[in-house]
């Protein structure tokens, strides 16, 4: 089977944006739902009443309970088992072994911009069959597309996913 990239990622792309801004729209009206009741449904935040005649009772402030696949159609809507936060880089065996356990889509990602740390990437590691050998693309089959992505260490860890342009901390240096 000959893997062609542009061809898998045009024909998968549409289905991700959707699901990717349906998930984030979700996100959007979930977080300050959570952050408006503390640790949402994690923890029970309760206050004392104390009644007249000393009797005490618990009552319970706020409970949000949210399940975001309520709206899945599970029959119908298109889904990728994706990987996007592990440390996988452009290892063969470690790309292999996650199509081996079935995922459609992988992110290619470790440790980057910072040119002072010798495990952090240096440029950005795209296109994939720029970095990994064509027998290994050839041989996959499950894996349909690869997303870029870095973990941005000089920056809080913020990860970069979908992003080509590599970025990189600026770092004075005294001389």
């Not at 984030?24 to 104390?50: M, V, Y």
């Not at 009772?57 to 592990?86: C, I, S």
Request: hydrophobic share 40%.
């Amino acid at each position: 089977m000959a893997f062609n990239m542009t061809g898998a990622f045009r024909r998968y792309w549409g289905a991700f944006q959707r699901s990717f801004l349906k998930s984030t729209q979700t996100a959007l009206l979930t977080i300050p739902i959570g952050i408006i009741a503390g640790t949402g449904c994690a923890d029970r935040h309760h206050i004392t009443i104390t009644q007249p005649a000393d009797i005490t009772q618990t009552t319970y402030l706020l409970r949000v309970y949210h399940n975001p696949y309520a709206e899945v159609d599970w029959q119908h809507d298109f889904r990728l088992k994706t990987q996007l936060h592990d440390h996988v880089g452009v290892s063969p065996d470690r790309i292999v072994a996650y199509d081996s356990a079935g995922y459609d889509v992988v992110s290619l990602m470790t440790y980057s911009g910072v040119a002072s740390l010798s495990y952090s990437w240096h440029l950005r590691h795209w296109p994939p069959d720029a970095w990994l050998p064509s027998s290994v693309l050839g041989s996959l089959h499950n894996i349909k597309f690869f997303i870029p992505n870095g973990e941005e260490v000089g920056y809080c860890h913020l990860t970069s996913a979908l992003m080509t342009t590599y970025i990189a901390k600026f770092e004075l240096t005294l001389e």
